[in-house]
């Protein structure tokens, strides 16, 4: 038990004065009457000295120089009492970082914690368990900034580029197809035959059975032409009871070529469904061929618009906006999520490894299933653990900076207290008052957490 | 008992991360003993020149600090400050550490500093170097308070446009000249399939948008208001400015004209913006200065062939030419430092550097025959012609908290713009909060 007394010194050096001064202050007392066997008190301040001056020179003094700080303007001359504190709770975009703190601080710990604790139950029963432990411990080798990178490539809006949205477009590519000619329409000003209407191409005039119709489309991208396309052909002779007409991209390339009919070098395109309407209803539905033209039969009297529905235009589905100002934070708590699993999960596994096995065979013969040895007997055994690791994650979400930094890139949603902190004072604000009354408020807010802590590692001890 | 040590190690583990969160105060640079020594030739002296250029920026500034070298036999130490300047010199001013000399991306710093006492005032011969090599407007530029403290040692034109002349001959549209124009070659060019911008308007590049406004703004409303408005003399809430938004609406305010919509452009980055254009033909022009070769040669494109610019189509009456600029400046006394910036002013350290590549300068002493690429010479002839309207880049003679932070001020101001163009009125008045609270 003495190696465990021996322990004292360096735990209390990473934690505090407060720690140290316990037992410096006890022992002269107690020592008084027995056999001398430790040295004279003085001989211990001697040799803690130099460890007490540079704790006061590198943790007290910028402490209580912060806090003095916090009560001073951007230049440091001009006292200006509590307005740096409530500047904080000021303006919307320090109201957004005090916000985003706040969802940081309830939401990862939690669910870093649970992913955790789902991990170390799972690598318990698999026979690669270390291995999988390994990988998913990995990410915290990598270097938060580094993580910020990756997770900046994973969260890209381009499917091309970003995996988070290639694997959502792709999987809702194969439940629905792909449109046409996403971001087609008629020529910009200019008096075209045809025009938008909500979504979809309408012509202008009107179009009865026996006659065709010219419908140029424009804003056709290179990338959606088919191969198979041919060059636009003038509509076919329309017969009695039949609407023929074209549908094709009216731009010659390099300009140039008569508009609204189709010219040499212009391509039909091919697989636009096109109706007739009258007063909203459809009377007749096409498909156009490889050079554009369609032919509607059985057309009835009358006359109708040419319509090209919204379905043949309408954008291809690109994924989500995880940078969005609404996806944001949790998009970068999903990557603090991966980053930190890892860790909760070896310590919780150690933990669980600890739990004596005879509890849990005596909970299965008395008849209790899986679930409920896990519930009842697992989870009450582990949760001083639990507590720790979430308690160690609640101190560490406060800090959060570099994930944020570098995955927002500056987006005033992700914002948090910590980049707010070094953004006001560093980052092109230049007010060290205000940063360091942020810095306050932080250390403020770990306090009851780091107390916690350390009154759990007292109790230990006794 | 293996759960007790485990938590031990776990709490302490805890501590340690938490310790760091008392610690966000100041930290300083690292010291170094550089005390110039005068002599003639300065000889045994050794300078420290703090600039925030890496890469193939920081080789070739090397180099024309070599030619100083051989020229006066002194010792220059380059020290690189990352992309955030005053981050980097603040703490070293204030433990009274600073370099010998500065290269400021900003004039903005420079009158902060100036304010502070932290520089030095320029030498009569370095002053009089300055006078006969640039024009009075970049001298008053490099001034604070009647005394002449900065030297422009570099340059960027920011008042081009790239683009790919291949989707131009597709859609058959010619490089615009005047702003009507350039947004029916928009029209046309989105007509023939092809999006006519990228737009770098994410929250850590969202400069590029201050620069589309100052080039409107400066053509529009004409130097003087330009002038009144960087000093904030005019309110953000006048109606040149209401009319400068107006117009930039006419392309921002239509997302088909943005690569990918507003969606994709209010995350885009500028090398993203760049490469898009150039690198996956994804749009036919893109807004960047010349460095924006820089990162046109990342990709298969060659610049003068594949990637040309044109000059920033004028809005009003006023061809613009918006300039930004590295401000050199001296920090600590002694010759070796007045030396320096003496041979930076001078037409000498210019050719050296426009030989190298990638520079560009308000010399009027350096001649275009001086500047090794094409592009160069076509901007520097097309500065040289804009004589007097020419103009520093606004945003970056405004305190840094309105004109250069990312997710703030202006940047924010007109990122929000994009998303929500039709609220001119909405966006001049957040314009005039930010401006009315970094302007003290």
């Not at chain 1, 549908?247 to 070098?265: E, I, K, L, S, Y």
């Not at chain 1, 998009?331 to 150690?350: K, N, P, R, T």
């Not at chain 2, 041979?343 to 590549?357: I, M, Q």
Request: contains cysteine; hydrophobic residues 45%; charged residues 20%.
């Amino acid at each position: 038990m003495k190696a465990r007394n021996e322990e004292v010194p360096p735990a209390a050096t990473a934690g505090g004065a407060a720690a140290v001064d316990v037992p410096a202050a006890r022992r002269p007392g107690a020592r008084r009457g027995r056999e001398r066997l430790t040295p004279p008190s003085w001989l211990a301040m001697a040799f803690l000295l130099p460890a007490l001056l540079l704790l006061g020179f590198l943790v007290v003094y910028p402490i209580v120089y912060s806090v003095i700080r916090s009560f001073f303007d951007a230049s440091g001359d001009g006292f200006v009492g509590a307005d740096n504190y409530t500047g904080i709770f000021k303006g919307h975009n320090n109201l957004v970082a005090v916000r985003n703190t706040a969802i940081w601080v309830v939401v990862a710990p939690t669910i870093v914690t649970i992913v955790g604790l789902v991990f170390a139950v799972l690598t318990e029963r698999i026979r690669w368990a270390t291995v999988f432990k390994l990988v998913v411990f990995m990410p915290m080798a990598i270097s938060f900034l580094a993580s910020g990178v990756i997770f900046r490539l994973v969260y890209q809006m381009d499917p091309d580029k970003g995996v988070a949205n290639a694997a959502l477009v792709a999987i809702h590519d194969t439940f629905a197809q792909g449109t046409t000619y996403p971001g087609a329409g008629p020529r910009n000003g200019g008096d075209a035959p045809v025009r938008e209407d909500g979504g979809a191409v309408v012509t202008v005039n009107s179009y009865g059975p026996g006659q065709s119709a010219l419908v140029p489309l424009l804003k056709v991208k290179q990338q959606y032409l088919p191969k198979d396309a041919k060059p636009a052909a003038q509509p076919p002779a329309a017969k009695p009871g039949q609407l023929t007409g074209t549908v094709w991209f009216d731009f010659t390339r390099g300009g140039g070529g008569q508009q609204n009919t189709p010219n040499a070098g212009e391509v039909g395109l091919p697989g636009v469904k096109v109706e007739a309407v009258r007063d909203g209803k459809v009377v007749a539905k096409a498909t156009t061929g490889d050079d554009g033209t369609f032919t509607m039969k059985k057309v009835p009297d009358g006359t109708y618009t040419i319509r090209l529905p919204k379905d043949n235009f309408t954008a291809a589905y690109r994924g989500a906006e995880w940078l969005g100002s609404t996806l944001i934070t949790p998009a970068i708590i999903g990557s603090y999520l991966w980053v930190w699993s890892g860790f909760a999960m070896v310590l919780i596994a150690a933990g669980l490894a600890a739990i004596p096995r005879d509890a849990l065979e005596a909970a299965r013969v008395d008849g209790a299933t899986e679930w409920q040895v896990f519930r009842r007997v697992t989870i009450p055994l582990l949760a001083p653990v639990l507590m720790v690791v979430m308690v160690t994650l609640v101190i560490n979400v406060m800090k959060v900076f570099d994930l944020v930094y570098i995955i927002g890139g500056g987006d005033p949603n992700a914002n948090v207290l910590a980049l707010q902190m070094w953004t006001v004072s560093f980052g092109g604000g230049n007010d060290q008052g205000a940063g360091s009354a942020i810095a306050v408020l932080l250390f403020v807010l770990v306090l009851p957490a780091m107390l916690f802590n350390v009154r759990r590692l007292r109790q230990e001890r006794k | 008992m293996r759960v007790s040590r485990l938590m031990g190690a776990a709490v302490a583990a805890g501590l340690l991360l938490s310790s760091a969160a008392a610690c966000g105060g100041d930290d300083d640079g690292g010291s170094d003993g550089s005390t110039p020594a005068g002599g003639g030739a300065l000889k045994g002296t050794t300078i420290e020149v703090a600039a925030k250029w890496t890469g193939q920026e920081e080789a070739n500034f090397r180099k024309v600090l070599k030619a100083f070298e051989q020229k006066t036999g002194a010792k220059v130490n380059y020290a690189s400050t990352g992309e955030n300047t005053d981050a980097y010199l603040g703490p070293r001013i204030e433990a009274g550490n600073p370099p010998d000399v500065a290269i400021l991306p900003q004039p903005g710093l420079m009158q902060q500093y100036a304010q502070k006492g932290a520089l030095k005032p320029l030498d009569e011969d370095v002053v009089a170097q300055v006078g006969q090599n640039f024009s009075p407007y970049w001298k008053e530029l490099g001034s604070s308070g009647g005394k002449a403290y900065g030297v422009i040692v570099k340059a960027a034109y920011k008042s081009i446009l790239w683009y790919r002349p291949e989707a131009f001959d597709e859609a058959g549209v010619q490089p615009p000249a005047a702003w009507a124009d350039l947004v029916k070659a928009a029209g046309t060019l989105q007509d023939a399939g092809t999006t006519p911008f990228t737009l770098a308007a994410g929250p850590q590049d969202s400069w590029t948008l201050t620069d589309w406004f100052e080039n409107v703004y400066l053509s529009q409303a004409g130097p003087e208001n330009y002038d009144k408005l960087a000093k904030h003399e005019i309110k953000w809430t006048d109606p040149t400015v209401g009319k400068a938004l107006e117009t930039l609406a006419e392309i921002w305010g239509k997302p088909d004209y943005l690569n990918g919509g507003v969606a994709t452009a209010t995350k885009t980055k500028f090398d993203e913006s760049v490469t898009q254009v150039f690198g996956q033909q994804k749009a036919a022009m893109v807004y960047g200065g010349d460095f924006a070769a820089a990162n046109i040669s990342t990709t298969k494109a060659k610049v003068g062939t594949d990637a040309k610019v044109f000059a920033f189509p004028k809005a009003g009456d006023t061809p613009p030419a918006i300039l930004g600029g590295d401000v050199g400046v001296a920090m600590k006394d002694g010759k070796g430092a007045q030396e320096l910036m003496k041979f930076l002013a001078s037409p000498e350290a210019g050719k050296v550097w426009a030989g190298l590549g990638g520079y560009l300068t308000p010399n009027k002493n350096v001649p275009p025959d001086a500047y090794s690429d094409p592009i160069a010479k076509q901007l520097i002839g097309q500065l040289q012609q804009s004589g007097d309207a020419a103009r520093y880049d606004m945003s970056d003679l405004a305190p840094a908290a309105f004109g250069a932070t990312p997710g703030k001020g202006e940047w924010e101001a007109l990122r929000q713009f994009v998303m929500h163009p039709d609220d001119v009125k909405g966006t001049q008045a957040k314009l005039e909060a930010e401006a009315a609270k970094a302007y003290k």
